[in-house]
């Protein structure tokens, strides 16, 4: 496949969403003109989210962040099968064709999110987790990832002051903190995924991605469209 996945995850209000305009703003920058690629690339950025990338997506995201919708509490495994219904209708639907012609996808939250939530924090069968990831994505993988490592409490300050707080975020401490933990561990196993510590300013968080991104883009040039 000609294009790439890139994921953004971690704990609420690491900063995924403010991190991936970003970058998408700083990669567009560079097929116009870049001090570091030997040639010039033909970059289509496209942003999306899990859940809610489709309109099956959206969908299913009010049925598992409203607390309202469903009016009765969503057993674990239900809310496992919703994520991963989610998911392969976005990988079918929106992700493979973007790859296949050649764009980069900044997706906010993927497979790991399943880990470290459905799994870790709730503490479901991770060798189930993984089955089923690979289900729903056919085995599409994420190129690179960002874990936006953040101190749980900045995090949920800052999800806080944003206004908006949702089932996950209403969760208590101890989830938190076993969501972080599954961060910790699937990092300490994939070198695809990259910690980039989220406590900072926009600017310092956005400066240690663009280090990352400034190597994959010499990696990936003979790969990417050329102009
Ligand atoms: N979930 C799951 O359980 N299993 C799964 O498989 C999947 C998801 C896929 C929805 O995710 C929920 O779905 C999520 C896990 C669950 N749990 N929750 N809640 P979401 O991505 O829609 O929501 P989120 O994780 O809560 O993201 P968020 O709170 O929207 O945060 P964010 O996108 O990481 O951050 P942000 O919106 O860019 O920033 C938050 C605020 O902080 C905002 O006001 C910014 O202006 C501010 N901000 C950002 N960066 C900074 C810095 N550096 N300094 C100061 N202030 C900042």
Redesign the pocket.
Known sequence: MKGKLIVFE?G???????QIQLLRDWLLKQQQSSPFLSKSIDLEVIIT???GGTKLGQALRGLL?DTNVSGEQIHERAELLL?AADRAQHIEALIKPLIERGAIVLC??FTD??IA??GYGRGLDLELIQQLNHIATGGLNSDLTFW?DIDINIGLA??K??GKI?R??QADMRFHQLVKKGYQELAKTNNLIVRIDAN???EK?QEQIQEIMEQKLKEWVDILPNK
Do not use: I
């Open positions: 971690g609420e209000g690491g900063g995924k969403t403010t989210r899990e859940p962040l994520y906010d939250r999110s399943t939530y459905q936006l800052r999800a002051n944003r949702d996950m975020e900072m300013t926009r968080v």
